[in-house]
Nanobody, 119 residues
Framework: QVQLVESGGGLVQPGGSLRLSCAAS????????MGWYRQAPGKQREFVARITRSGSTNYGDSVKGRFTISRDNAKNTVYLQMNSLKPEDTAVYYC?????????????WGQGTQVTVSS
């Protein structure tokens, strides 16, 4: 069992920045890929970013060049630095983890943290 706890969400103005964190606990040795998804009201859950234990990353097209995912394996924590935020980035952001390198079908999810981009 892996538990994921997100933090760092909130209200930010367009053009601003936020950093999300996700701390993993439990069977952390089983985790390879960690990442983020988001879901806006009335929309399907969308892939945001992924990072493997070795540091390989990939991003969703809508966030490339603005968001950066990083990971501290010693702290079992993954971060999402979000810059140049837009109103369309408003969503609940979910942390995800998986034993493999892919995160298409995560085995573990966090409870989500709300990010609102509005003036």
């Amino acid at each position: 069992q892996v538990q994921l706890v997100e933090s760092g969400g909130g209200l930010v103005q367009p053009g601003g920045s936020l950093r999300l964190s996700c701390a993993a606990s439990g069977s952390i040795s089983s985790i390879n890929a960690m990442g983020w998804y988001r879901q806006a009201p009335g929309k399907q859950r969308e892939f945001v970013a992924r990072i493997t234990r070795s540091g390989s990353t990939n991003y969703g097209d809508s966030v490339k060049g603005r968001f950066t995912i990083s990971r501290d394996n010693a702290k079992n924590t993954v971060y999402l630095q979000m810059n140049s935020l837009k109103p369309e980035d408003t969503a609940v952001y979910y942390c995800a983890a998986n034993p493999g390198t892919s995160i298409l079908t995560p085995s573990s999810w966090g409870q989500g943290t709300q990010v609102t981009v509005s003036s």
